[in-house]
DNA sequence: ATCCAGGAATTTT
DNA sequence: AAAATTCATGGA
């Protein structure tokens, strides 16, 4: 498929999405019951998914230069536009969206992809492709066996995980997709383990509300660094959030390895 | 050994 | 209403 404004490795690897692996030049990105193999070569998109998958996937039909044109307005992100051109918001599963993101609260990204891996491997089902074992997400109301869920190293995450697996169903989500923004994060705080951070990632990642900005601790030293009123990028804030989120991960792997 | 991590809930000022 | 403490683990 040939895609313009867009470029998989920035979209995969800004942060936003924990469940991949590279091998070779392919990631391997895994959704749901879905395994994606797939790798970019300048304007085209070579992968095992279907052309209609992926352009819902990665969000492909939102107009680009749209979104540009309101991020560009500051100098600054003008900046980080350029830098990362072509990263796009990934639209997940609402329920493995959920779960991912308690699981993230006060901890590493590579601490919570192990626990999401322990938690598909307790609870999914087996998948060999290309000769490598994957397992599935776990199912809506699956995660309901304690001792299983505290295999999963995610510490006391478990105690709302528990209770959100059995808080939520299908017509849940449902709904949830009618709401707007503000209503619908209102409604996600109501679950135990959600506040305001985890609610915000869920509403941009997962339902499509690209004007949800999510603060963790360095989105807010970013923005008390540079005093960037964030609210003039609306309608895409969330954009402009995953754009210096990417640029705070990647200068702290500079600085790590310095 | 000690501290803290991409937060949220609870308790204390 | 804001600030401090607690929560369970792994890693620096």
Known sequence: MIVKDFNLQHTIECGQFFRYK?????YYIQTKDKIIKIKQKNNQLISNESDEFLINFFNLNQNYQEILTILNKHNDIRELTKQ????????????ECMISYISSSARSIPLIKQSIDLMSKQFGEEIIFDKSTFYTFPKINS????????????????DYIIRVNSLVNNEYFKN????????AKQELMKLPGIG???ADCICLFSLKKFEAFPIDTWIKKYLKQTNLDYKQFYPYQGYAQEFIYYLMIASKFLYATV
């Open 22 to 26: 590279k091998e070779n030049d392919f």
């Open 84 to 95: 990362f051109y072509g990263l796009r918001i990934i639209n997940q599963d609402p329920w």
């Open 143 to 158: 995660l309901n066996d304690l001792d299983k869920l505290k295999q999963c190293k995610l510490g006391f995450r478990v």
């Open 176 to 183: 949830l997709k009618e709401l707007d923004y503000e209503k």
């Open 196 to 198: 305001p951070k985890v």
